[in-house]
Antibody
Framework: QVQLVQSGAEMKKPGASVKVSCKAY????????MHWVRQAPGQGLVWMGI????????DYAQEFEGRVTMTRDTSTSTVFMELSSLRPEDTAVYYC??????WGQGTLVTVSS | DIQMTQSPSSLSASIGDRVTITCQAS??????LNWYQQRPGKAPNLLVY???HLETGVPSRFSGSGSGTEFTLTISSLQPEDIATYYC??????????FGPGTKVDIK
């Protein structure tokens, strides 16, 4: 069955970068776009961007433009989300999601000095 | 960019009550709308897609309606396991695919 498995929790200092991975199982990786969504503690869902695994084309929310990079590795059916220049307000759970119906388990990224 | 609003932001209802949550888009999105349920500490779970289509495995007490700019999620008879936050999200032609701010549902 379809599964999205994300990398583990991260702790980073302000100014650093974080790279979260999302490995897809159970479907043809290049057939479906992958979204990234984040959720700060006690807050709502925020759409960050989308990547087309077939060609690698991306589209980012303006809020993250210039700080976020989404990539993919078709040989391992994995997408990556890298967020740079981290600040404490980037502390959140980051999710990958496919077609709205398949979600990763979430990756907690904590940014603190 | 399309903005999504939801009302109410929270509600309390009794077991067995009919619960209605509304979602409004800032421009016509046809029926390109998903509804999600999110329980604390869990990833969102897709309930309704294309505004009115119930996702496989979702109880039939959930239903979605609407098109254009006005949408509704209805729980026909609230159950204890429905305690969660509910979000709408558009997926009209172009990103960003914005979520609504959420509606928190709890038991009175």
């Amino acid at each position: 069955q379809v599964q999205l498995v994300q990398s583990g929790a991260e702790m980073k200092k302000p100014g650093a970068s974080v790279k979260v991975s999302c490995k897809a199982y159970g479907y043809i990786f290049t057939n479906n776009h992958m979204h990234w969504v984040r959720q700060a503690p006690g807050q709502g869902l925020v759409w960050m961007g989308i990547i087309n695994p077939r060609g690698g084309a991306t589209d980012y929310a303006q809020e993250f433009e210039g700080r976020v990079t989404m990539t993919r590795d078709t040989s391992t059916s994995t997408v990556f989300m890298e967020l740079s220049s981290l600040r404490p307000e980037d502390t959140a759970v980051y999710y990958c999601a496919c077609r709205g119906r398949f979600w990763g388990q979430g990756t907690l990224v904590t940014v603190s000095s | 960019d399309i903005q999504m609003t939801q009302s109410p932001s929270s509600l309390s209802a009794s077991i067995g009550d009919r619960v209605t949550i509304t979602c409004q888009a800032s421009q016509d999105i046809n029926t390109y709308l998903n509804w999600y349920q999110q329980r604390p500490g869990k990833a969102p779970n897709l309930l309704v897609y294309d505004a009115t289509h119930l996702e496989t495995g979702v109880p039939s007490r959930f239903s979605g309606s609407g098109s254009g700019t006005e949408f509704t999620l209805t729980i026909s008879s609230l159950q204890p396991e429905d305690i969660a936050t509910y979000y709408c999200q558009h997926y009209d032609n172009f990103p960003p695919f914005t979520f609504g701010p959420g509606t928190k549902v709890d038991i009175k």
